[in-house]
């Protein structure tokens, strides 16, 4: 069965530091890889996304992630975050068979001045 | 990116009355929509998968009857949360397929039922 893991509910860390947030998928094909921001309130936005070819990937914001296909993994991360990117992030991975996304649980990003 | 407006942002009714909620794609046409109802502090849960002129797909556990989707156009789709309890109360969100490569979603709508 398709499902996505991000161990970390909570992650917290200084402005300015770096960030990665971890994501594990189980899918039986190659996936679609994504990741969303949430701010509180507001509906999903796309960070980046993976498809094929360069496994590293270069989303908006600063953002990027890298897909591992041995670890079955799709990090994201950030080199200086910035207060603003207190958010919740949710890694998804799909559409599967049956044409749908499958999220993560989300890992909420809490930012210290 | 492509744009998926969802309106009400908020709306507020009594126990017992329907309320609608919609969903458009604006530079797009969506033949697949999806919505998803989101608890404080949890992730999405997937309620519905609809398809333009047909019937939604709901998912295990979620009420065809209390929560009616239409998908009448290919830029549209409403969810009607009907007789609404307090227990309807939650953060609602929809998104739109334009292909099988990526969804775009909504803002949100926050049902308080009172």
């Known amino acids: 069965a398709q499902s996505v893991t991000q161990p970390d509910i909570h992650i917290t860390v200084s402005e300015g530091a770096s960030l990665e947030l971890r994501c594990n998928y189980s899918?039986?094909?190659?996936?679609?890889l994504f990741w969303y921001v949430q701010s509180p309130g507001q509906g999903l936005q796309l960070l980046l996304k993976?498809?094929?070819?360069?496994?590293l990937v270069q989303g908006i914001k600063g953002f990027e992630a890298e897909f591992k296909r041995s670890q079955s993994s799709f990090n994201l991360r950030k080199p200086s975050v910035h207060w603003s990117d207190a958010a919740e992030y949710f890694c998804?991975?799909?559409?599967?068979?049956?044409?749908?996304?499958?999220f993560g649980k989300g890992t909420r990003l809490h930012i210290l001045p | 990116g492509a744009v998926v407006s969802q309106h009400p942002s908020r709306v507020i009714c009594k126990s017992g009355t329907s309320v609608k909620i919609e969903c458009r794609s604006l530079?797009?046409?969506?033949?697949?929509m999806f919505w998803y109802r989101q608890f404080p502090k949890q992730s999405l849960m997937l309620m519905a998968t609809?398809?333009?002129?047909?019937?939604?797909?709901?998912e295990q556990g979620v009420e065809k009857d209390k929560f009616l989707i239409n998908h009448a156009s290919l830029t549209l789709s409403t969810l009607t949360v009907t007789s609404a309890h307090p227990e309807d109360s939650s953060f609602y969100i929809c998104?739109?397929?334009?292909?099988?490569?990526?969804?775009?979603f909504g803002q949100g709508t926050r049902l308080t039922v009172v």
């Open positions: 899918y039986g094909a190659t996936p679609y």
């Open positions: 998104s739109a397929r334009r292909d099988r490569s990526e969804a775009f």
């Open positions: 609809s398809n333009e002129g047909s019937k939604a797909t709901y």
């Open positions: 530079d797009f046409q969506a033949t697949t």
């Open positions: 998804a991975v799909g559409p599967n068979r049956d044409d749908k996304i499958i």
């Open positions: 993976y498809f094929s070819g360069d496994t």
